[in-house]
């Protein structure tokens, strides 16, 4: 198994324009878990991860854990990340 630092950079940017577009269920379970894994690895909100991933959890609270992820991992890499709601 690659690590961290070997496998692609989720591009949260890209990857929130989808869900906006099309829909969580649109993306696949695989990248939502590369989300909630690269989360752990920074110790950020388990909860938030269990949610996002977790096909029997509305998708208004699914939608909400990705944004929530995505801005703490946005902000521990140090870059700005925009939400559109």
Request: charged share 25%; aromatic share 4%; proline share 7%.
């Amino acid at each position: 198994m690659p690590s961290s630092s070997e496998r692609a950079v989720i591009d949260l940017e890209e990857l929130g324009w989808r869900i906006e577009r099309h829909g969580i269920a649109s993306v696949p379970a695989d990248e939502l878990a590369s989300v909630a894994v690269h989360a752990a690895e920074q110790g950020l909100a388990p909860v938030l991860a269990a949610v996002l991933t977790d096909p029997r959890e509305p998708v208004p609270a699914r939608e909400r854990a990705f944004g929530r992820l995505a801005l703490l991992l946005a902000h521990d890499r140090g870059t700005g990340f925009v939400l559109v709601a």
